[in-house]
Each structure stands twice: as C-alpha cells, then as structure tokens.
C-alpha cells in the first residue's frame, strides 16, 4: 500500500546565529510547495557564524543551548503551528557536562521534539564538536520511520548501515560542505541507499558559504531530485516509502536481496575491527512490530 511522502529540501545559505526570520523561511516554502509534510534544511542552518578557528569554536559555543532549551521550545511551536514534520537542520547544543554537540532535531506536527542526533563523526580535526554516542531513528506515524545522519557521518557506511537496521526507511543527512569533495559525497549518497535499500536525503548549504548540490536518492541509488550547483532553492519531491520493502522483497534492479543474505544455520561472521560479529539471526532489519 503506498505511503506517499512529500518532502522538501531548503538549499540554503545559513542564517546568522541569533537572527529571527527562520518563521517567514519555512512559511515561504510551505507557500511554494503547499503539500509538504517535512521540510528539511542543512547542517547548522540556524547557527551560521563567521569566524575561523578559536574565535569560530567560541562562536559557535556561543550559539549552543541546552537541547530543552527556549530554541526547541520555538521550533516545536512552529511545527506545531505549522502543522508539519520539522528538520530545521543542526543546531549546537551545550551538554551537561559543558559538550559541545552538533545535533539534529526533528519536531512533529503536534508540536513535539520528536527526535535529535548528535554527530556522531565530527569532521576533525576540523570541527570542535564532541562526538554523539548512538544512532538515532524517528517515527512519522502512519508513514514510516527515518533516521539521522550528519554531513561527515555518510563517509562512514556503519551509520547508514546501523539505521537501516534499525528500521529507517530514509536516511536524513544535513550537510554544510563547503569543500571541494561534495562531488564524492553525491557517490556516497547513492552508494549508501544502494547497499541498505533506503532513501537518502542530502541537502546541503547553498552559496557563496557551501557548495550545493543537494539530492534526493532512491532505494536502488537512483537520483530523484536533485539541485545542481551553489544557488539557493528548494528540491520538493514525493517519495513512497513503501518502494523500501518492494526493493528488499524483488530486490535492487529485480536481482540483489542483500537483506536476505543470511540463512539461520550460517556461522557467525566475525569482525576484528569492532570486536563483534554477524549474528545470521540479527540480520533483518526490524520491522512495523518493533516500532
């Protein structure tokens, strides 16, 4: 049965730390593409600043708030008024014992934080960022579940890996590349929905700060959408996310069916460098009972 998603992706340069306005933003794409039921924005979309090393790492922890702080409660009140999934890109959020956590936020149309990630791999030595310990999905009642990961995290196949398993059927990845290696992370974007059979959803920071190019991928890698280039605008597209199970049951180009590599009585496939193993009996992603 289909479960039709209307997302939208902002392109977007970032706003400066502190400056109202992000209200009019997300009202004026719902105006553009009324149908929307998540809109999306880049990483650190609401914590723009300027500064480059020390000075830009004390002005991004001036930005940062605890994550329950007055800015989530803002953000939750205009999804909330808006009636509409939130992803208002990453914010710096201060931990409780003085981190500094670049998180991503999600925020239901009843007006609730429905989700956050902290980044799990900060681009170091780059980036100030204490790195988050978990990964993170979110469901969207009555259409299905997605997960969270963070520019730098798709150079690591564990994270994607790691939500497809834990049932994300779209892979949310707000980026602020402004480097000249998007071209490769356009190939890990589509190599990311290939092996795990999901959506992926990179939206990146327009111009002149970041280097565009943001794209919406499907379950078999092939590019939806897609806004070629620096400029600001928004890639609107829906997805069904019902696509997922019928690539994993007729399998990717009606040949590969990686979820269903394992059979119950295969050994354990052990791997050194996590000090873990495949357990066959683990394998399949988890399901609508599991949610």
Known sequence: MPRPLPIALAQAPPRPAGTPG??????????????????AFPELHLCGVDGE???????????????????????AELAGDLGIWLAP????????RGELFNTALLFSPGGELAGWYRKIFPWRPHEPYDPGDRFVVADLPGTGRIGFSICYDAWFPEVARHLAWLGAEVVLNPVQTTTPDRAQELVLARANAIVN????????????????????VGPEGEVLAALPGEAEGVLAHTI????????????????????????????????????????????????????
């Open 197 to 216: 059979q999901v959506f992926v959803a990179s939206v990146n920071t327009a111009g002149p700060f970041g280097r565009g190019d943001s794209v919406l």
């Open 89 to 96: 890109g990453t914010v710096c959020e201060a931990g409780d």
């Open 53 to 75: 090393g020390d000075d830009r790492t004390r002005q991004l922890r001036e930005t940062a708030e605890p994550l329950h702080g007055p800015r989530t409660r803002e953000l």
């Open 22 to 39: 992000f209200a009019g933003e997300v009202e004026s794409l719902l105006n553009r593409f009324p149908g929307t039921r998540l809109a």
């Open 240 to 291: 069904d996310l019902d696509d997922v199970p019928r690539v994993r049951r007729e399998g990717t180009a009606g040949t590969n069916r990686m979820w269903a590599q394992f059979r119950p009585a295969d050994a354990p496939v052990h791997l050194p460098l996590y000090q873990g193993r495949i357990d066959p009996g683990r394998w399949s992603p988890r399901g609508e009972d599991d949610r």
